[in-house]
């Protein structure tokens, strides 16, 4: 373990620990309209993927139990983005029906993947300068990154719809949010999902610190709708 694993881990754990206050603070002030709810999906996500990467980069070695909840946290967060961007500013009925058990389904999904399987994740390992080499992985790693990405995409086709229709302050809102995703979904794609497919390492620190932007933004957005309700 150096000292520059143990700085990034603790980093990261402090992250963590901000976004669990942050969840907190929504669940017992804000009234739970579906689009707070997908955001608490989000948050619950992020902070079980920060916390487990925080983790893992502090103790290095081998952390491949640990990294199981990262991947999980990843599944929670990005569906539920999904939700909340088809229920922000306001929901699309017919479509939120079939979304808003998409966040459920998934985590139990590929939960019973991670950890009931040797499919997905066999082995995965923290080095000396705070990356994973995946070691051993199954054809679940594919599957889940496909998943990632087909979810993302839709979420970002249905957002910038949502943005060119709109105008005045909802659309400002709806600009904060494309704003934060594109941001930190550069980084993401490239260190948790290219470079694990096809170089066997991922760098979760670094779209893990790029993630607190996407989630500024994201409570930005939905804050300014809060108040005007």
Known sequence: MTLLNMTVGLVLIAVAAAETVLFFYFFTKYQK??????????????VVWVAANGIAIFLGGDVTFIEKFAYLGGTLLTSSFLLFIFAFPYPKN???????????????????LLFFTDTFLRKLSVDGISSSQIEQSGLSLWVWSFFIIVVW??????????????IGETKERLRYLLIGVYISLFIGIISDILFPLFYKRTFAGLASLFSVVWLIFMIKAIRYREKEA
């Open 153 to 166: 995409i839709s979420a970002l086709i249905e957002l910038k719809r949502r943005y060119t229709e709109q």
């Open 94 to 112: 017919h479509t939120i029906e079939a979304l808003k058990y998409l966040p459920a389904v998934s985590v139990l999904f590929f939960g019973y």
């Open 33 to 46: 309209t579906l689009s707070i709810q997908a955001l608490l999906g989000v948050i619950a996500g992020m």
